[in-house]
């Protein structure tokens, strides 16, 4: 697929998707309109919202009329937050923290820097309070929101220079948005959010000189390595990627429990697939962009590492002295990364370590 072809498609007049379902829709079904922060088409974070969108359309089996829309097709990605906490439409599938702007506390139910990786992420969720505290901080801008996808741990980013030192990132201008952002202003980055379609022509024109996106699956159709030669492996900035599924909140209260069962079960499907694809394809992609590309792969050194650390110890301070509300977020957040990343280390950590290094991986 070229990337123009998903990146204006909705300039050339794609428009919403009506989704069927098995049954005829009845007069009675619940309109659903979902609006989404990413291109249609677009190989992974597209593909997955509109994957999401057709399987709660066949699952209601009538019971909704579902109707998708990709960024830029009803609103812009960046307004799809305001668009469902009005009731103009009912969902939008999108990364939370491009809403920190409106309260901090919303970049953990995305991704922090040395924050959650997928699994340790899915856990708080699921099983360990986290959940309630999105339920709180969503409810109180007249949302609900459920996790619905994972990109698993992001690439460190695209850069038109190699990052020999904390130094290199001073005056840098890149993309990147989420506390992690914060974490390169600190060390004397100029950052800036943009959506998706936005990103390609300022790397290419030169308005930025480096950007973060995803990992090699999704960012090869960006073809970033046309304007940014050195591609660097994981990140401290994104190590779960979580997406979310946030309604508005009168309409969801207003679902009987099968129609919220209906959702909660596609949103769950889609959270898994979405994560076990970007395993399967990350591999295949980033073969692609050196064997094809010609794009240098590269790791941050400790002397970086240390230096995002210092920096996001200082952040995550800012976040916590916007209200109380922040603080209780991060508090729950840190002591439950501790708590599951120490047994992670001891058992996951040291099996993969261990495989890796008898396997010649490593």
């Not at 040395?114 to 339920?135: R, V, Y």
């Amino acid at each position: 697929m070229e990337r123009r072809k998903f990146l204006t498609s909705a300039a050339l007049g794609a428009g919403a998707a009506a989704l069927a379902s098995p049954a005829v829709a009845a007069s009675h079904a619940k309109q659903l309109t979902i609006v989404s922060t990413w291109p249609r088409d677009f190989p992974g974070l597209g593909t997955s919202a509109q994957r999401l969108a057709e399987r709660i359309a066949v699952l209601s089996n009538g019971a909704f009329n579902v109707e998708y829309f990709a960024a830029g097709e009803r609103v812009g990605a960046f307004d799809s937050f305001d668009e469902v906490a009005s009731g103009n439409s009912q969902a939008y599938i999108g990364a939370d923290y491009y809403w920190g702007g409106k309260h901090p506390a919303f970049n953990y139910f995305t991704s922090v820097p040395f924050g959650m990786s997928t699994p340790e992420w899915n856990a708080w969720i699921k099983h360990a309070g986290g959940q309630a505290l999105w339920d709180k901080l969503s409810g109180e801008f007249g949302l609900k929101a459920i996790g619905c996808g994972s990109t698993g741990t992001q690439a460190g980013g695209w850069f038109n220079k190699e990052i020999n030192s904390p130094d290199d990132f001073n005056g840098l201008k890149m993309r990147i948005p989420g506390l992690g952002g914060q974490v390169l202003s600190k060390m004397g980055a100029s950052t800036v959010s943009l959506p998706g379609g936005q990103i390609y022509e300022n790397l290419v024109s030169g308005s930025i000189e480096a950007t973060e996106w995803v990992g090699p699956y999704n960012d090869y159709f960006m073809k970033f390595y046309e304007a940014a030669k050195y591609y660097y492996t994981g990140g401290m900035h994104e190590p779960g990627g979580g997406i979310a599924f946030g309604m508005n909140k009168a309409w969801w209260e207003g679902l009987s429990d099968y129609e919220k069962a209906i959702i909660e079960a596609a949103c769950a499907e889609e959270l898994a697939s979405s994560h076990e694809e970007a395993i399967a394809k990350n591999g295949e992609f980033l073969g692609k962009l050196v064997d094809d590309h010609g794009v240098q792969v590269r790791a941050f050194n400790d002397d970086v590492w240390d230096a995002f650390g210092e920096a996001s110890a200082e952040v995550f301070e800012d976040a916590r002295a916007h209200s109380a509300l922040a603080t209780e977020v991060d508090d729950h957040f840190q002591k439950t990364l501790r708590a599951q990343g120490a047994m992670l280390a001891a058992f996951e950590g040291t099996f993969i370590n261990q495989r890796n290094r008898v396997l010649g991986l490593i």
